[in-house]
Nanobody, 124 residues
Framework: VQLVESGGGLVQAGGYLRLSCAAS????????MGWFRQAPGKEREFVAA????????FYADSVKGRSTIFRDNAKNTVYLQMNSLKPEDTAVYHC??????????????????WGQGTHVTVSS
């Protein structure tokens, strides 16, 4: 599976962005997909994940209520809608794919495939 993120950019605090992750490979529709982020000088952290049919979603407390993860398996794409952005949301956002099993969805080591990332900068 190859993953390519897009949709990042510079936005003012309180604004919104929709990140996209386009996947190639026949296994996308049967993969748990996750979004992670890494700010300068910090470790990669979990943001959100979604099961392969989209029936279950998971969020980090830091983005819960402000973000929505969803997927379109027909388009091989997973999205992260982020609203009410804060300066602390500034980071490189990566999407990742793992197998069907819905365990350890917040553990980056559980994911097998990663995209290169898209930069999100939120100005105050």
């Amino acid at each position: 599976v190859q993953l390519v993120e897009s949709g990042g950019g510079l936005v003012q605090a309180g604004g919104y962005l929709r990140l996209s992750c386009a996947a190639s490979g026949r296994t996308f529709s049967r993969s748990v997909m996750g979004w992670f982020r890494q700010a300068p000088g910090k470790e990669r952290e979990f943001v959100a994940a979604i099961t392969w049919r989209g029936g279950s979603t998971f969020y980090a407390d830091s983005v819960k209520g402000r973000s929505t993860i969803f997927r379109d398996n027909a388009k091989n794409t997973v999205y992260l809608q982020m609203n009410s952005l804060k300066p602390e949301d500034t980071a490189v956002y990566h999407c990742a794919a793992k197998g069907l099993v819905t365990t350890a969805v917040s553990d980056p080591d559980a994911y097998d495939y990663w995209g290169q990332g898209t930069h999100v900068t939120v100005s105050s």
